[in-house]
C-alpha cells in the first residue's frame, strides 16, 4: 500500500502541508510529490514518462482555482501526456468550488474519476482510495 | 164779325194822280181785277181805316214807327213785295205782320224762298169776308188783335206739330198742297221742297201704283200704301194711310205717313230668333220637350238622328207621358219628380235607361219648372239627353280606377295619399302592413302618432310648405312599425291633379331605409374612428400599374407632412415618405404585385440628418368575391419607440455585461472567500487529528495567515464596491503626504526594509480630484511592488514620480521587481486574476486601480520587462472652477464616506 504514489497540484502552501498531512495519515500513500502549478505538474510528468516509470503516480489530486494555468487547462495538456500516465493515474479534482458548474466540467472528462470539496478528509481519501484497490 | 178795329196800311204804286176815290180803282186795274172783286169792296168799305201810302213812304222811318203803333197789317201785291224783298235796305221784319195778295202763279214764284215769318198769304181771288178773317189773322199772328179763331187755330197746330207725319194733297193734280213738321223731319225735306211735289218724286219707281191707289182713294176709299224711301243711305219702311177729306165743299186728299222701319225689323227678328230657336232645339242632340203637371206633352222636339224615342212630335203632343211607350216606372219617375220640381220651384235630373235593340241606352233627363207670363209654374220643360256614351266612359274609368287602386294596393312600396285638406284619404297594402293596422283604423291615425316625436315637426313643416308651392317634397323621417320600433323611410310626396286638372292632394311613397342608414352610420363611424386614428391610414387603390391613394386619415398628414389635400391620387409609395430604401421598396412593390400584405420598418432621413423611423403594415382588401382591388396601410412614427429601443437595447447589452461580470464577481468572490476558509477548516482538522506535537503553533499562525488574506480580500472588495457606488468628490490632492502614508501602511511587509523608495513630487498646480479613490491607487501599487520585487537583488527599488498641471497629473511607479510576462500583461486588469502562484492577493487589485482611473476618466499604461522590472504611467485630469465648488457644497454631506 505503501508503494502508491500521489501528487498534489496546488497552488496553496497551506492546503498541500495539510493535504500531505491527510493522505499519509490515510496510510495510502507516503510517497507524495507537490506541484505548485499545472505547468510545473505536467513538466514533472513528463519527464516521468520518459526517465521514471515506476513513479508515475497512482494518484493525483488536482485543485481548479490556479493562477496562469488552472485545473481544467492541465487535463487539456494531460490528455495529451503519454498513454503510460494516463493508463496508470487516477485524477481527482480537489476544489474549494461548490459550483456545480465545476463539477460537472470535471466529471465530464475521462480521467477525472472523483471530485473532492476541500478540506481533503482521512475518510474521503480512503474511499477514493478503496475504489482504486477495487 | 166785328172789325172796327181793323187799321190797314195799304200800299200801293204810283202811276200819275191818283186821287183817295179812286184808290180801289187804282189797286184794281193794277192787279188782276176779276179776282179782287171781294179786296175791292173791302178797301171801299173800310177807306177811312186804310191809309194808303206808296212803298218809298214805307221805306221811311217815321212811316214804320207809325205803323207799329197802330199795329196795322201791311197789305201789299206781290209786285211791290217783290220790289221790296229784293231792297236789302228794307227789313219785313219790322213790321208787325204783312198780308200778300197772291194768285196761285205768284205763290209758285214763292215757294223754296225763305221768307219772313211775320208774313202771310191771301190766295186771289178772295172775297169780303175772307179779306177780311185774313186780315184778323195776320193781325192776330201780329200780336195786335186779341181776337183769335181758337178751334182753326188749335187744329192747325195740331196739324203743324204733331208727331205724325201728315199731308194734304190736290186731289185732282195728286200734288202736295200741305205738310206738316213730322213731314219735313221724315223725310228729310224742307216743305217747301214738299209743296206741289207729287208723291212720285218721294217714291219715283212707284209712280204708276201711287198714281192709282190714289185715284181709287179719290173716288171714296182708303188705302194703305207700304213704300220704301230712300232718305240719304238708309232705306225707311213707310207705311201711307190715304183718305179723302172735304173742307169748305172741297176734297183733299190726307194723307198720313208713318215710319214702320223700326217695326219691321223688331218682326224681322222675332221670326228671326224663333227660327234659331227652333232649329237649335232640333239641331242638339238632346231631347227637349214640355209637360204639363199632369204629364200630358205639349211640345216635342227631337234632335235629328237621335236615338231616343225617334217619333216625330205628332205621337207625342198631346199625349200623357204614361201612354207613349215609356217604361212603367220611368213615367212614374218623370210624375213624381214633375210634382216636386213643380212644388219646390227648382230643377232635378233623373237618370234612366231604356232598352233597345238589345242594348241599354241611357238617358238623364233635366226637368224644369216652365212658367207663364204670371210666374206661375204650369208645367216642366225636360231636356234629355243621351248619356249611354258617357255611362260607358264611366264604367270603363271606375273599372281602369279599379285597377290602378288595386296596383296601388299590391304595389311593394308603402304608398299614401292624401287630400286638398292635407289629411290622409289612402294607404296601400304594404303601408299597412308595416303599421299592421286596417284602412280605417290608419286614416284615423294622424301623422303625429305614426311619426317619431322628433320628426313630427319637421315632417308637418314641410308638408305644409309642399302644400304652399304644389311642389314635390322628399324627407327622410322615422315611422312606427307594427312591432313598436321606429324604422327610418325615405318619405317623397309630389302633388296630383285630377281628371279635371284641379289640384286633388299629394301622393307618396316611403322606403324603409333603416339598413342603408344603419350602414351609412356604421360607414360614418368607420370613417370617424379612421381620422381620429392615431396611426396614419391609407387605402390605396390597386391599378396594376400603378397604387394611387385614395383615402387617408389626418394622422397621416401628421406623420409625413403632406397636406391632406395633395394626398389622394399620389403613389403610395411617394406618400409614405422618405425616400425609400432601394430594398423596402422593391420589398413594397413584390407585396402588392403579389397582393401580399408587407411590415416593415421605414427608416426616414430628413434634410437636417434627423432620423426618423416609421412602421408599416400594409395588407391587400379581399372584396366579397375574393378578388383583391384595394390595399389598406397603417403608418406609424415610431421613432420614439425605435429610439427607445435602441437605448433599451444598449441598456440590456449594459445590463448583460453587468450581469456576467456580476456572476463573474459572485462566482469568483465566492471561491476566493471560500478557499481560504477552507485552509482553514483543514488546518483545525489536522489539529485536531494530532495531538499536540508542538506545531500547533505553526498552524495557529497560518490560520491567522489566511484569515488576514480573506480580510484582504474583503477590503479590496470593498474598495471595488465604493468605486462604483460613490460619486467623485474632488479635492485637492497632497500626493507628497498621500504617498508617504502609503508606503508606511505597508511597513508590516516581511520584506519592506530592504526597498528603497524613491519619491518625487512636482505639485506646483494644485490638483483636484477624489482623495480616497487615488489613495487606492498608491496603496495598490505599492502592495504590488513590494510582493512582486526581486529581492535577490541588491538594490530593489521603487520609484514614484508625481507631476500635476492644470490640464492632469501624470504619475510614473516603476520598480527593478519580477515584471510581469507578456502573456499576462492584457489580463493582469481582469478581477480576480493572478498571473503566478506567487501571487497571494485576491487578483482583485489592479482591476480596482483600472476601474478608479476609467472613472477618473483618466489613463492607465504598463511598461514591463520580465525580470527587469515594471513602469506603470497614469495619467488623470485635473479638474478646476465650478467644479471645485461643487465639491465644497458637498463636502460636509460626504463626511462618512469612509
Given at each position: 500500500?505503501?508503494?502508491?504514489?500521489?501528487?498534489?497540484?496546488?497552488?496553496?502552501?497551506?492546503?498541500?502541508?495539510?493535504?500531505?498531512?491527510?493522505?499519509?495519515?490515510?496510510?495510502?500513500?507516503?510517497?507524495?510529490?507537490?506541484?505548485?502549478?499545472?505547468?510545473?505538474?505536467?513538466?514533472?510528468?513528463?519527464?516521468?514518462?520518459i526517465?521514471?516509470?515506476?513513479?508515475?503516480?497512482?494518484?493525483?489530486f488536482?485543485d481548479?482555482?490556479?493562477?496562469?494555468?488552472?485545473?481544467?487547462?492541465?487535463?487539456?495538456?494531460?490528455?495529451?501526456?503519454?498513454?503510460?500516465?494516463?493508463?496508470?493515474?487516477?485524477?481527482?479534482?480537489?476544489?474549494?468550488s461548490?459550483?456545480?458548474?465545476?463539477?460537472?466540467?470535471?466529471?465530464?472528462?475521462?480521467?477525472?474519476?472523483?471530485?473532492?470539496?476541500?478540506?481533503?478528509?482521512?475518510?474521503?481519501?480512503?474511499?477514493?482510495?478503496?475504489?482504486?484497490?477495487? | 164779325?166785328?172789325?172796327?178795329?181793323?187799321?190797314?196800311?195799304?200800299?200801293?204804286?204810283?202811276?200819275?194822280?191818283?186821287?183817295?176815290?179812286?184808290?180801289?180803282?187804282?189797286?184794281?186795274?193794277?192787279?188782276?181785277?176779276s179776282?179782287?172783286?171781294?179786296?175791292?169792296?173791302?178797301?171801299?168799305?173800310?177807306?177811312?181805316?186804310?191809309?194808303?201810302?206808296?212803298?218809298?213812304?214805307?221805306?221811311?222811318?217815321?212811316?214804320?214807327?207809325?205803323?207799329?203803333?197802330?199795329?196795322?197789317?201791311?197789305?201789299?201785291?206781290?209786285?211791290?213785295?217783290?220790289?221790296?224783298?229784293?231792297?236789302?235796305?228794307?227789313?219785313?221784319?219790322?213790321?208787325?205782320?204783312?198780308?200778300l195778295?197772291?194768285?196761285?202763279?205768284?205763290?209758285?214764284?214763292?215757294?223754296?224762298?225763305?221768307?219772313?215769318?211775320?208774313?202771310?198769304?191771301?190766295?186771289?181771288?178772295?172775297?169780303?169776308?175772307?179779306?177780311?178773317?185774313?186780315?184778323?189773322?195776320?193781325?192776330?199772328?201780329?200780336?195786335?188783335?186779341?181776337?183769335?179763331?181758337?178751334?182753326?187755330?188749335?187744329?192747325?197746330?195740331?196739324?203743324?206739330?204733331?208727331?205724325?207725319?201728315?199731308?194734304?194733297?190736290?186731289?185732282?193734280?195728286?200734288?202736295?198742297?200741305?205738310?206738316?213738321?213730322?213731314?219735313?223731319?221724315?223725310?228729310?225735306?224742307?216743305?217747301?221742297?214738299?209743296?206741289?211735289?207729287?208723291?212720285e218724286?218721294?217714291?219715283?219707281?212707284?209712280?204708276?201704283?201711287?198714281?192709282?191707289?190714289?185715284?181709287?182713294?179719290?173716288?171714296?176709299?182708303?188705302?194703305?200704301?207700304?213704300?220704301?224711301?230712300?232718305?240719304?243711305?238708309?232705306?225707311?219702311?213707310l207705311?201711307?194711310?190715304?183718305?179723302?177729306?172735304?173742307?169748305?165743299?172741297?176734297?183733299?186728299?190726307?194723307?198720313?205717313?208713318?215710319?214702320?222701319?223700326?217695326?219691321?225689323?223688331?218682326d224681322?227678328?222675332?221670326?228671326?230668333?224663333?227660327?234659331?230657336?227652333?232649329?237649335?232645339?232640333?239641331?242638339?242632340?238632346?231631347?227637349f220637350?214640355?209637360?204639363?203637371?199632369?204629364?200630358?206633352?205639349?211640345?216635342?222636339?227631337?234632335?235629328?238622328?237621335?236615338?231616343?224615342?225617334?217619333?216625330?212630335?205628332?205621337?207625342?203632343?198631346?199625349?200623357?207621358?204614361?201612354?207613349?211607350?215609356?217604361?212603367?216606372?220611368?213615367?212614374?219617375?218623370?210624375?213624381?219628380?214633375?210634382?216636386?220640381?213643380?212644388?219646390?220651384?227648382?230643377?232635378?235630373?233623373?237618370?234612366?235607361?231604356?232598352?233597345a235593340?238589345?242594348?241599354?241606352?241611357?238617358?238623364?233627363?233635366?226637368?224644369?219648372?216652365?212658367?207663364?207670363?204670371?210666374?206661375v209654374?204650369?208645367?216642366?220643360?225636360?231636356?234629355?239627353?243621351?248619356?249611354?256614351?258617357?255611362?260607358?266612359?264611366?264604367?270603363?274609368?271606375?273599372?281602369?280606377?279599379?285597377?290602378?287602386?288595386?296596383?296601388?294596393?299590391?304595389?311593394?312600396?308603402?304608398?299614401?295619399?292624401?287630400?286638398?285638406?292635407?289629411?290622409?284619404?289612402?294607404?296601400?297594402?304594404?303601408?299597412l302592413?308595416?303599421?299592421?293596422?286596417?284602412?280605417?283604423?290608419?286614416?284615423?291615425?294622424?301623422?303625429?302618432?305614426?311619426?317619431?316625436?322628433?320628426?313630427?315637426?319637421?315632417?308637418?313643416?314641410?308638408?305644409?310648405?309642399?302644400?304652399?308651392?304644389?311642389?314635390?317634397?322628399?324627407?327622410?323621417?322615422?315611422?312606427?312599425?307594427?312591432?313598436?320600433?321606429?324604422?327610418?323611410?325615405?318619405?317623397?310626396?309630389?302633388?296630383?291633379?285630377?281628371?279635371?286638372?284641379?289640384f286633388?292632394?299629394?301622393?307618396?311613397?316611403?322606403?324603409?331605409?333603416?339598413?342603408?342608414?344603419?350602414?351609412?352610420?356604421?360607414?360614418?363611424?368607420?370613417?370617424?374612428?379612421m381620422?381620429?386614428?392615431?396611426?396614419?391610414?391609407?387605402?390605396?387603390?390597386?391599378?396594376?400599374?400603378?397604387?394611387?391613394?385614395?383615402?387617408?386619415?389626418?394622422?397621416?398628414?401628421?406623420?409625413?407632412?403632406?397636406?391632406?389635400?395633395?394626398?389622394?391620387?399620389?403613389?403610395?409609395?411617394?406618400?409614405?415618405?422618405?425616400?425609400?430604401?432601394?430594398?423596402?421598396?422593391?420589398?413594397?412593390?413584390?407585396?402588392?404585385?403579389?397582393?401580399?400584405?408587407?411590415?416593415?420598418?421605414?427608416?426616414?432621413?430628413?434634410?437636417?440628418?434627423?432620423?426618423?423611423?416609421?412602421?408599416?403594415?400594409?395588407?391587400?382588401?379581399?372584396?366579397?368575391?375574393?378578388?383583391?382591388?384595394?390595399f389598406?396601410?397603417?403608418?406609424?412614427?415610431?421613432?420614439?419607440?425605435?429610439?427607445?429601443?435602441n437605448?433599451?437595447?444598449?441598456?440590456?447589452?449594459?445590463?448583460?455585461?453587468?450581469?456576467?461580470?456580476?456572476?463573474?464577481?459572485?462566482?469568483?468572490?465566492?471561491?476566493?472567500?471560500?478557499?481560504?476558509?477552507?485552509?482553514?477548516?483543514?488546518?483545525?482538522?489536522?489539529?485536531?487529528?494530532?495531538?499536540?506535537?508542538?506545531?500547533?503553533?505553526?498552524?495557529?499562525?497560518?490560520?491567522?495567515?489566511?484569515?488576514?488574506?480573506?480580510?484582504?480580500?474583503?477590503?479590496?472588495i470593498?474598495?471595488y464596491?465604493?468605486?462604483s457606488?460613490?460619486?467623485?468628490?474632488?479635492?485637492?490632492?497632497?500626493?507628497?503626504?498621500?504617498?508617504?502614508?502609503?508606503?508606511?501602511?505597508?511597513?508590516?511587509?516581511?520584506?519592506?526594509?530592504?526597498?528603497?523608495?524613491?519619491?518625487?513630487?512636482?505639485?506646483?498646480?494644485?490638483?483636484?480630484?477624489d482623495?480616497?479613490?487615488?489613495?487606492?491607487?498608491?496603496?495598490?501599487?505599492?502592495?504590488?511592488?513590494?510582493?512582486?520585487?526581486?529581492?535577490?537583488?541588491?538594490?530593489p527599488?521603487?520609484?514614484?514620480?508625481?507631476?500635476?498641471s492644470?490640464?492632469?497629473?501624470?504619475?510614473?511607479?516603476?520598480?527593478?521587481?519580477?515584471?510581469?510576462?507578456?502573456?499576462?500583461?492584457?489580463?493582469?486588469?481582469?478581477?480576480?486574476?493572478?498571473?503566478?502562484?506567487?501571487?497571494?492577493?485576491?487578483?482583485?487589485?489592479?482591476?480596482?486601480?483600472?476601474?478608479?482611473?476609467?472613472?477618473?476618466?483618466?489613463?492607465?499604461?504598463?511598461?514591463?520587462?520580465?525580470?527587469?522590472?515594471?513602469?506603470?504611467?497614469?495619467?488623470?485630469?485635473?479638474?478646476?472652477?465650478?467644479?471645485?465648488?461643487?465639491?465644497?457644497?458637498?463636502?460636509?454631506?460626504?463626511?462618512?464616506?469612509?
Amino acid at each position: 500500500m505503501n508503494l502508491n504514489k500521489v501528487l498534489l497540484i496546488d497552488d496553496s502552501d497551506i492546503d498541500n502541508m495539510v493535504n500531505k498531512k491527510v493522505i499519509e495519515k490515510s496510510g495510502f500513500s507516503t510517497h507524495i510529490i507537490i506541484k505548485k502549478s499545472a505547468e510545473s505538474a505536467i513538466e514533472y510528468l513528463s519527464e516521468l514518462a520518459i526517465s521514471n516509470i515506476e513513479d508515475i503516480p497512482d494518484m493525483i489530486f488536482l485543485d481548479i482555482r490556479m493562477p496562469d494555468v488552472d485545473g481544467f487547462g492541465f487535463l487539456e495538456m494531460y490528455k495529451n501526456l503519454p498513454g503510460d500516465i494516463l493508463a496508470k493515474s487516477r485524477i481527482v479534482m480537489l476544489s474549494s468550488s461548490i459550483d456545480s458548474e465545476d463539477h460537472k466540467r470535471a466529471m465530464a472528462n475521462p480521467y477525472v474519476k472523483h471530485f473532492l470539496n476541500k478540506p481533503l478528509r482521512k475518510e474521503s481519501v480512503e474511499m477514493v482510495a478503496g475504489i482504486n484497490d477495487g | 164779325m166785328p172789325v172796327s178795329n181793323i187799321n190797314a196800311i195799304h200800299i200801293y204804286q204810283t202811276k200819275g194822280m191818283v186821287s183817295t176815290d179812286n184808290l180801289m180803282f187804282q189797286l184794281v186795274t193794277f192787279t188782276n181785277v176779276s179776282i179782287c172783286e171781294g179786296a175791292k169792296s173791302f178797301l171801299h168799305d173800310y177807306k177811312d181805316r186804310v191809309k194808303t201810302i206808296e212803298p218809298d213812304q214805307l221805306k221811311q222811318r217815321s212811316m214804320q214807327e207809325e205803323i207799329v203803333e197802330h199795329g196795322a197789317p201791311v197789305l201789299m201785291d206781290y209786285c211791290i213785295f217783290s220790289l221790296l224783298w229784293q231792297d236789302d235796305t228794307f227789313r219785313f221784319e219790322d213790321l208787325p205782320a204783312v198780308v200778300l195778295f197772291l194768285t196761285e202763279e205768284e205763290i209758285e214764284y214763292l215757294q223754296g224762298q225763305k221768307l219772313p215769318d211775320n208774313l202771310s198769304f191771301i190766295h186771289l181771288p178772295i172775297g169780303k169776308a175772307a179779306l177780311e178773317l185774313s186780315l184778323y189773322h195776320s193781325l192776330n199772328k201780329a200780336g195786335s188783335l186779341k181776337k183769335s179763331n181758337l178751334e182753326e187755330e188749335r187744329y192747325r197746330s195740331l196739324f203743324y206739330k204733331s208727331s205724325q207725319a201728315m199731308m194734304l194733297l190736290d186731289p185732282k193734280s195728286h200734288k202736295i198742297v200741305e205738310v206738316n213738321k213730322s213731314t219735313e223731319e221724315l223725310f228729310d225735306l224742307p216743305t217747301s221742297k214738299l209743296i206741289n211735289a207729287g208723291l212720285e218724286t218721294l217714291h219715283p219707281d212707284k209712280t204708276e201704283s201711287i198714281n192709282q191707289e190714289l185715284t181709287r182713294v179719290t173716288k171714296g176709299n182708303h188705302s194703305f200704301l207700304n213704300l220704301k224711301y230712300q232718305r240719304g243711305e238708309d232705306v225707311r219702311d213707310l207705311e201711307y194711310f190715304v183718305s179723302i177729306v172735304k173742307v169748305e165743299q172741297r176734297k183733299w186728299l190726307y194723307i198720313n205717313v208713318q215710319d214702320i222701319t223700326e217695326r219691321e225689323k223688331a218682326d224681322q227678328m222675332f221670326y228671326q230668333q224663333h227660327e234659331m230657336l227652333r232649329s237649335t232645339l232640333e239641331s242638339i242632340d238632346d231631347l227637349f220637350f214640355t209637360l204639363n203637371k199632369d204629364g200630358d206633352f205639349i211640345d216635342y222636339y227631337q234632335p235629328s238622328g237621335s236615338s231616343h224615342l225617334a217619333l216625330s212630335s205628332d205621337v207625342f203632343v198631346g199625349k200623357n207621358i204614361y201612354d207613349v211607350g215609356f217604361p212603367l216606372d220611368v213615367a212614374k219617375k218623370y210624375i213624381q219628380t214633375i210634382e216636386q220640381v213643380i212644388d219646390e220651384d227648382k230643377s232635378e235630373q233623373i237618370d234612366y235607361y231604356l232598352e233597345a235593340f238589345g242594348s241599354r241606352l241611357w238617358y238623364s233627363a233635366k226637368i224644369s219648372p216652365r212658367k207663364n207670363a204670371f210666374g206661375v209654374a204650369e208645367g216642366v220643360t225636360v231636356l234629355c239627353r243621351d248619356i249611354t256614351r258617357q255611362k260607358r266612359t264611366e264604367e270603363t274609368l271606375k273599372r281602369a280606377r279599379d285597377f290602378y287602386l288595386t296596383l296601388l294596393a299590391d304595389f311593394p312600396s308603402m304608398i299614401w295619399k292624401t287630400n286638398t285638406s292635407k289629411r290622409a284619404d289612402y294607404f296601400n297594402k304594404t303601408w299597412l302592413d308595416f303599421t299592421g293596422n286596417k284602412l280605417e283604423e290608419e286614416l284615423k291615425t294622424d301623422w303625429v302618432e305614426k311619426l317619431h316625436i322628433a320628426d313630427v315637426s319637421n315632417f308637418l313643416a314641410t308638408l305644409l310648405n309642399a302644400y304652399l308651392k304644389k311642389e314635390p317634397f322628399q324627407i327622410e323621417h322615422r315611422l312606427k312599425h307594427k312591432s313598436g320600433e321606429y324604422r327610418w323611410v325615405i318619405n317623397a310626396g309630389r302633388p296630383f291633379y285630377n281628371l279635371e286638372g284641379q289640384f286633388a292632394g299629394f301622393i307618396g311613397s316611403c322606403y324603409d331605409i333603416t339598413e342603408r342608414r344603419q350602414a351609412e352610420e356604421l360607414l360614418n363611424l368607420q370613417k370617424s374612428a379612421m381620422e381620429s386614428a392615431l396611426e396614419g391610414i391609407i387605402i390605396i387603390e390597386d391599378d396594376d400599374e400603378r397604387y394611387p391613394v385614395t383615402y387617408a386619415n389626418k394622422e397621416l398628414t401628421n406623420i409625413t407632412g403632406i397636406s391632406g389635400d395633395e394626398i389622394p391620387g399620389m403613389d403610395f409609395l411617394d406618400v409614405i415618405g422618405c425616400p425609400l430604401s432601394p430594398e423596402t421598396r422593391s420589398s413594397i412593390i413584390y407585396a402588392l404585385k403579389n397582393k401580399k400584405s408587407f411590415k416593415g420598418e421605414i427608416e426616414c432621413h430628413n434634410g437636417k440628418q434627423q432620423k426618423s423611423w416609421r412602421l408599416l403594415y400594409m395588407a391587400p382588401v379581399q372584396d366579397e368575391k375574393s378578388s383583391v382591388n384595394h390595399f389598406v396601410a397603417v403608418l406609424s412614427d415610431i421613432t420614439e419607440a425605435k429610439e427607445v429601443e435602441n437605448a433599451l437595447r444598449d441598456n440590456n447589452r449594459q445590463l448583460k455585461k453587468t450581469n456576467e461580470e456580476l456572476d463573474r464577481f459572485v462566482y469568483s468572490t465566492s471561491h476566493e472567500l471560500r478557499s481560504p476558509l477552507m485552509s482553514v477548516l483543514g488546518l483545525l482538522n489536522l489539529m485536531e487529528s494530532e495531538p499536540d506535537n508542538g506545531d500547533r503553533s505553526n498552524y495557529l499562525q497560518m490560520i491567522r495567515d489566511t484569515i488576514s488574506r480573506l480580510d484582504k480580500i474583503i477590503h479590496d472588495i470593498i474598495d471595488y464596491s465604493r468605486n462604483s457606488r460613490m460619486d467623485v468628490i474632488y479635492e485637492n490632492i497632497d500626493f507628497e503626504g498621500f504617498i508617504q502614508k502609503s508606503i508606511t501602511n505597508h511597513a508590516y511587509f516581511d520584506q519592506f526594509e530592504k526597498v528603497i523608495f524613491e519619491v518625487d513630487v512636482k505639485n506646483g498646480v494644485p490638483f483636484f480630484s477624489d482623495k480616497k479613490r487615488i489613495e487606492i491607487i498608491f496603496n495598490n501599487f505599492i502592495s504590488n511592488c513590494l510582493r512582486f520585487h526581486n529581492y535577490e537583488q541588491i538594490e530593489p527599488y521603487v520609484r514614484i514620480k508625481v507631476k500635476t498641471s492644470p490640464v492632469n497629473v501624470l504619475i510614473t511607479i516603476s520598480d527593478n521587481g519580477t515584471g510581469i510576462h507578456e502573456k499576462h500583461i492584457h489580463k493582469i486588469y481582469e478581477m480576480f486574476y493572478r498571473g503566478t502562484e506567487k501571487s497571494t492577493g485576491s487578483g482583485i487589485g489592479l482591476y480596482i486601480v483600472k476601474e478608479i482611473i476609467d472613472k477618473l476618466k483618466g489613463n492607465i499604461q504598463i511598461q514591463s520587462d520580465p525580470g527587469k522590472g515594471t513602469t506603470f504611467i497614469i495619467d488623470i485630469p485635473n479638474y478646476p472652477g465650478n467644479e471645485l465648488r461643487l465639491f465644497s457644497l458637498n463636502s460636509v454631506e460626504d463626511q462618512n464616506y469612509l
